[in-house]
């Protein structure tokens, strides 16, 4: 959490009540498991200015339904048209503009779709702050998140150290369902510029070698798909000696052992390494048996805190922003775990993280 944050709305003068701040907090879809902790940052922000200000704040988290849930069946997806992931958060995102909230803070689910709409949210006088994915092209006035690209730099780095700069390494990432039965990588901004993160920096290792770009699909943990293509990947090259997982759903697959048996006993046996992105609570286990070696956190509570705080201060100060609100990340390693569980169970992240001894 960015700790310059903890003091905005400081500067809102008591005696200025009026009409309530609406800020629409827009995530990827109720079942998101990345947004439990960014949820309560919300939540947190409006309790926070609600107490700091005599002006009421309305934060509305606002959530397209889980894919499960909407009682569409794939048979019924217009797969001819190229916004049919996107529709539920453009909903949302139309429900918005048209109750004429004061400033939205949303998790783009795709760029390509969901530019023309912030765009009419920010010449309507919304306040627009993008988070997790962006819409970069848009007039979004500024983005807060973790430079993926960067962050898949230093996981390649990181890897690298652990596997000493040499071996072959598979990468998977999210995919999306194609129309012809296959499956393509994720338009959302977040998976291109990590893959774009991860190619740039293995290049700077010519002793390791990406043999396989495996792909992750869904939100369902009962479903091991990405589990069994990271197995069947080993299966195939049995010589992989590191993962790059750019989504970690395989982490909090369940069974995960019994679905990637050669996968978990070679980790268990340190032959295979593996790096992660995030740090949810479902990853500690697994950290904890070996499955996983470095994961790296997003500053999740902040998606919620930092950009409700962020927003409410455009809205009643007029506070300039840049673009870019660089979160940056959590580094976490099996020395610090249980630190971080600290952390993540006590919502408090004011203090330092120590710093992951397998890495200089």
Not at 23 to 43: S, V
Request: proline letters at 6%; a negative charge.
């Amino acid at each position: 959490m960015l700790v310059a944050f903890g003091m905005l709305g400081c500067g809102e003068e008591a005696g200025t009540a009026g009409a309530p701040v609406r800020i629409a907090y827009i995530t990827h879809a109720e079942c998101n498991p990345f947004c439990d902790l960014c949820r309560a940052g919300a939540r947190q922000a409006q309790e926070d200015l609600t107490i700091r200000n005599e002006r009421p704040v309305d934060v509305r988290i606002m959530e397209p339904k889980c894919p499960d849930a909407t009682g569409m069946d794939a048979a019924d997806e217009d797969t001819s048209d190229p916004c049919v992931f996107a529709r539920p958060q453009m909903a949302v995102l139309r429900e918005a503009i048209d109750t004429k909230v004061d400033a939205m803070a949303v998790d783009v689910f795709d760029p390509a779709c969901e530019t023309s709409l912030i765009d009419e949210a920010v010449d309507a006088g919304i306040k627009v702050i993008t988070y997790g994915g962006d819409a970069p092209n848009s007039k979004r006035h500024a983005y807060y998140g973790m430079d993926n690209r960067a962050a898949a730099a230093f996981l390649v780095d990181a890897l690298a150290t652990i596997n000493g700069h040499t071996g072959k390494i598979a990468f998977q990432t999210r995919f999306e369902d194609d129309a012809g039965g296959g499956y393509v990588i994720s338009p959302a901004v977040t998976f291109i510029e990590r893959v774009a993160g991860f190619t740039e920096a293995l290049a700077k290792y010519p002793d390791m070698t990406n043999v396989a770009t495996l792909p992750c699909v869904g939100y369902d943990n009962d479903d091991p798909f990405c589990a069994r293509q990271a197995e069947e990947a080993l299966e195939e090259t049995p010589d992989i000696a590191g993962f790059f997982f750019s989504l970690s759903k395989i982490l909090r697959e369940s069974n995960l052992a019994e679905h990637a048996p050669l996968l978990t006993a070679r980790a268990k046996e340190r032959t295979i390494h593996s790096v992660a992105f995030d740090a949810l609570p479902e990853y500690f286990e697994p950290m904890r048996a070996g499955y996983v070696d470095v994961l790296l956190g997003q500053k999740l509570y902040g998606w919620g805190f930092d950009t409700v705080l962020l927003a409410h201060d455009m809205v009643t100060l007029n506070r300039p922003v840049d673009p870019f609100v660089n979160a940056g990340w959590y580094t976490v390693c099996p020395n610090n775990l249980d630190e971080f569980k600290q952390k993540y169970e006590d919502q408090d992240y004011r203090t330092p993280l120590s710093k992951c001894s397998l890495l200089p």
